[in-house]
Nanobody, 118 residues
């Protein structure tokens, strides 16, 4: 399974940015997808997740500002980020949980940098 993120960059506080993650090598519609982020000197943390059934969960620190969605026809998961804050600066990673027999396999993208700064 390959996950390729795009859409990162530099944005001013209060601005918006959209991330995309294109997946290949599995039946995307069966995957539980998520976005994580890791800031310098900090542990990687979950930002948002979306199940194969479309159930969504957000970290408290992004609720009301970020929106996760998926397009199974395009094998892509998205993260729309609004009202960005400097503390949102991090490398954002796409994550896939792929069913495998009675368990699952985990995959990560290479990450995309998001910098919120004036």
């Amino acid at each position: 399974v390959q996950l390729v993120e795009s859409g990162g960059g530099l944005v001013q506080p209060g601005g918006s940015l959209g991330l995309s993650c294109a997946a290949s090598g599995s039946t995307f519609s069966n995957n539980h997808m998520a976005w994580y982020r890791q800031a310098p000197g900090k542990q990687r943390e979950l930002v948002a997740s979306i199940t194969m059934d479309g159930d969504i969960d957000y970290a408290e620190f992004v609720k009301g500002r970020f929106t996760i969605s998926r397009d199974n026809a395009k094998n892509t998961v998205y993260l729309q980020m609004n009202s960005l804050k400097p503390e949102d600066t991090a490398v954002y990673y796409c994550h896939a949980q792929v069913p495998y027999y009675s368990g699952h396999l985990l995959y990560w993208g290479q990450g995309t940098q998001v910098t919120v700064s004036s």
